[in-house]
């Protein structure tokens, strides 16, 4: 009889009316539409002005019209935060990578930009526009807005550069490429390890549709509380490179570590409720990843580091080690010579002797 005790008519447990069902043993899953709310307020708050917006996308389209008449360029694309729409209030820059037909020289570059800002002149005399060079290209600005030119080159001529006549590092000129393969899928190489993670969070499911974004704002923390981009873990791969390239690998060691300890404290804070520290909306939470805080009466201890990075050793040699020092190679340099001359001796002691013993034994 207790055997049979919850199952219906026909032995099936929870069938015709009998004992609990399954949906009586699931926790129902907490009203988070304040911390939704809270999201979408940071992101409004980060997000720049319409104004701003606006000055940036006139200033890109000008540029590029421009460029796009340059019968050396061979490619040009929007990267990084313009490109996926992540630019932060106070921060209005926008990128071009610029891919040249031609090996980027010194003078080459310098009259790229030169052509923009003047071409740009001539079609409105009253803006106020600034061309400034640097290592990875040129920025053209305005008031309130700024325009980076990142150069590259086509592949082949890779192998042709020299580094005392061409102006950018091969280093930032393959980074440059990289920035627009990355632009093809999405991602980009300035923030390449959480634009991928970003995209995982929120895509990596069975039904592959995006997550609500309170649901994808923990997920994304307690990834990288794992241990995501910790050496030995699989990590994610470079979907913009071919092979097992791993979107970590740039960081040393004390940077995931910092990473993963960070995230492991946040993602505790966050389940007692502190979201709206975390968000910066209920003063700065910078303390809490390193100072003991207590949160309805639990108490949430910041994680400690597991890698401590090896103090550089400073070797102080004094004119009485430094001579012992000596001595002790000029002895040894010594001792070797001797060696040498010793066994040079025997060696020719015993030629000599076998040269003697073979004229003694030599017919008259």
């Known amino acids: 009889a207790r055997g049979e005790k919850g199952r219906g008519h026909d032995g099936r447990f929870g069938a015709h009316g009998g004992g609990p069902v399954g949906k009586h043993l699931l926790k129902p899953a907490p009203d988070e539409t304040a911390f939704s709310e809270a999201l979408l307020k940071r992101n409004q708050d980060l997000g720049p002005t319409s104004v701003e917006q606006s000055s940036i996308l006139s200033l890109v389209i000008k540029i590029t019209n421009v460029i796009d008449n340059v019968i050396e360029i061979e490619e040009m694309r929007s990267v990084d935060s313009y490109k996926k729409g992540t630019m932060t ?60 030119i990142l150069i590259a080159t086509v592949p082949h001529n890779m192998r042709k550069l020299e580094p005392d006549v061409h102006s950018i590092n091969m280093k930032l000129l393959q980074n440059s490429l990289a920035a627009v393969r990355h632009a093809l899928v999405y991602f980009f190489p300035v923030s390449l390890s959480l634009s991928v993670q970003g995209h995982s969070a929120v895509m990596n499911n069975p039904s592959r549709q995006p997550l609500a974004l309170n649901v994808t704002f923990r997920r994304s923390l307690e990834m990288l509380s794992s241990g995501l981009f910790l050496p030995g873990s699989a990590g994610i791969a470079d979907p913009g490179e071919n092979g097992h390239y791993r979107v970590f690998t740039v960081m040393n060691l004390e940077q995931p570590d910092m990473v993963c300890l960070t995230a492991q404290t946040l993602v505790r804070l966050l389940s ?81 002797m076998d040269a003697k013993e073979g004229m003694d034994a030599s017919p008259e």
């Open 89 to 148: 209030t106070g921060h209005n820059v926008a990128d071009l990578a610029v891919i040249l037909k031609i090996l980027p020289s010194v003078e080459t570059v310098t009259a790229l930009g030169t052509k923009v800002v003047e071409t740009l002149r001539t079609q409105d005399p009253l803006e106020v526009l600034s061309m400034l060079p640097n290592e990875t290209g040129f920025e053209i600005s305005l008031a309130d807005a700024t325009v980076k």
């Open 272 to 352: 007692h409720g502190g979201y709206m520290t975390i968000l910066g909306l209920d003063g700065d939470a910078s303390h809490l990843v390193v100072e003991t805080s207590t949160w309805d009466g639990v108490t949430v201890k910041p994680s400690e580091k597991a890698y401590e990075k090896m103090p550089e050793l400073e070797l102080e040699v004094d004119d009485v080690d430094g001579d012992v020092e000596m001595e002790g190679m000029d002895a040894k340099e010594g001792m070797d010579t001797k060696e040498g001359m010793d066994a040079k001796e025997g060696m020719d002691t015993k030629e000599g």
